[in-house]
Antibody, heavy 121, light 109 residues
Framework: QLQLHESGPGLVKPSETLSLTCSVS??????????WGWIRQSPGKGLEWIGS???????FYSPSLRSRIAMSIDTSKNQFSLRLSALTAADTAIYFC?????????????WGQGTLVTVSS | EIVLTQSPATLSLSPGERATLSCRAS??????LAWYQQKPGQAPRLLIY???DRATGVPPRFSGRGSGTDFTLTITSLEPEDVAVYFC???????????FGGGTKVEIK
């Protein structure tokens, strides 16, 4: 059974860079059949798509976050990662990683349980 | 950015009643629309994609319809376990950008 698990610091300081990793178990990430995505949820902005990555490393990013994000994929470790720079309090949210429904990069069928990230000094 | 507006904000119904949730897009999204269910403390669950296709394991009491700018999620006979917040989500054509609606909270009377 596919499982996704987010890991990273729960507390980061303003202006710093957040690094999150999604570890995938139960299936290989090295497949042409799916996209892998990051979505966040905050009380103020609701659900917000951050970006999506393919096994080849090609990416789609949210236009509003594009200048601050970088996604990568490590097929040898069966995980993918997110880096978000120049953090502000507005980046405080629960961050989810997810796998797409087939090759449709827009629909996310499998989700991790989410990890809370708080941006505060 | 395509904005999705959901209504009502809260829906309070008795078990067995029909629930109708609305999602309106600020411009046409064709059939690139999905519905998710989120219960407290859980990740969203994909219910409907491509406006009307049910995801695997989703009970047939959930159905979606619509195209262009107006979409509806219907729960034909509300069950207590359907208490949740429901979100719609769209994909713009190119470059792909995904946005979510603000959600409709479904409560049981």
């Amino acid at each position: 059974q596919l499982q996704l698990h987010e890991s990273g610091p729960g507390l980061v300081k303003p202006s710093e860079t957040l690094s999150l990793t999604c570890s995938v178990s139960g299936d290989s990430i090295n497949t042409s059949s799916y996209y892998w995505g990051w979505i966040r949820q905050s009380p103020g902005k609701g659900l917000e798509w951050i970006g999506s990555i393919y096994y080849s490393g090609s990416t789609f990013y949210s236009p509003s976050l594009r200048s601050r994000i970088a996604m990568s994929i490590d097929t040898s470790k069966n995980q993918f990662s997110l880096r978000l720079s120049a953090l502000t309090a507005a980046d405080t949210a629960i961050y989810f990683c997810a796998r797409s429904h087939g090759l449709a990069m827009q629909w996310y069928l499998y989700w991790g349980q989410g990890t809370l990230v708080t941006v505060s000094s | 950015e395509i904005v999705l507006t959901q209504s009502p904000a809260t829906l309070s119904l008795s078990p067995g009643e029909r629930a109708t949730l609305s999602c309106r897009a600020s411009q046409s999204v064709s059939s690139f629309l999905a519905w998710y269910q989120q219960k407290p403390g859980q990740a969203p669950r994909l219910l409907i994609y491509d406006a009307s296709d049910r995801a695997t394991g989703v009970p047939p009491r959930f159905s979606g319809r619509g195209s262009g700018t107006d979409f509806t999620l219907t729960i034909t006979s509300l069950e207590p376990e359907d208490v949740a917040v429901y979100f719609c989500q769209q994909r713009s054509n190119w470059p792909p950008e995904l946005t979510f609606g603000g959600g409709t909270k479904v409560e049981i009377k």
